[in-house]
């Protein structure tokens, strides 16, 4: 079995009891609507009832967390959360999750009617592919990858696969066994692209969908991770993209990218600085010239590749 590394905040496993329960102690519906309305308690989903306070604080993914802890708490048969839903739980980004609905996967292959808030996907869900968590019972990291490439785009698939790569939650070799065994599902076609572009290099979901963004619009395919050496060869900084023969490199900034920079008793204007030199110094052992992509760049798709596809051919 397969063991997921993620912690999930201890916010997602605040305490969630059921309306069975409450009425057991003596709670009636009028009890129980009462303290939903002054916010005391909250109900995730019909018949489940947490902190009010708590649950206002949580952001969607933790929203999702926990109704999907009511989802398996109120199952009759043997469930696992699966697809998006094991995802969350395996500490996955939250670009291109669709939080909707809770997905899982009955074990034994049957599929129950439809019900509000849940999407339950049919299937074998055998023992090696499942796992646990804060004794949740969830999809292994591999196999919630691969789920995952099924219901939805390539771009939001390449940045969950190669978090879990990058993470070491799953690997190539597994992946592609996982491939095999799920060749025949539906919806799967998006697959082995996927897998193919993934790369455990990307160290943040904007280099991965800057990754994508070259591939979607043919611009040519930067090396991830290049390392620079100095005239000793000795490594001296890695270049989050690089196209050496064309001697330029692209470096892909974000929000999350310079809190991870950011050193005790620093502000975000002495990263920016520290980043500066960095790059000039590059600069002065390279001759390459730098171009800078941000999260807002990467939305724009067509017109960034085309920014990119003039910065190389100036070089």
Known sequence: M??????????WLMPLVLRRDLVDQGFNDRAIARLVKSGVWAKPRRGAFVDGPGYAKLDEVGRHAVRSRAVLRQARVPMSLTHTSALVWHNAPSFGLDLREVQTTRHDAKCNRAEAGVRQHSGLLPTEHRTELHGIRLASPTR?????????????????VSHLLHTGQTNSAQLSAMQLYTEHWPNSLTTDLVLRLADERFES???????????RWSVPMPQPQYVVEDRAGLSVARLDFAWPARKRWVEVDGRVKYEKLLREGERASDVVLREKRREKMVQDITGWECLRIDNDDLSWGRHTAERVRQFLDAG
Not at 2 to 11: D, H, R, W
């Open 205 to 215: 979901v904007a280099e991965a969908r800057f990754f994508y963004l070259c591939f």
């Open 144 to 160: 919630a990858a691969v789920e995952f490439t099924t219901v939805a785009g390539v771009e939001a698939g390449i940045v969950q």
């Open 2 to 11: 397969l063991t997921a590394i993620s912690a999930a905040p201890e916010t």
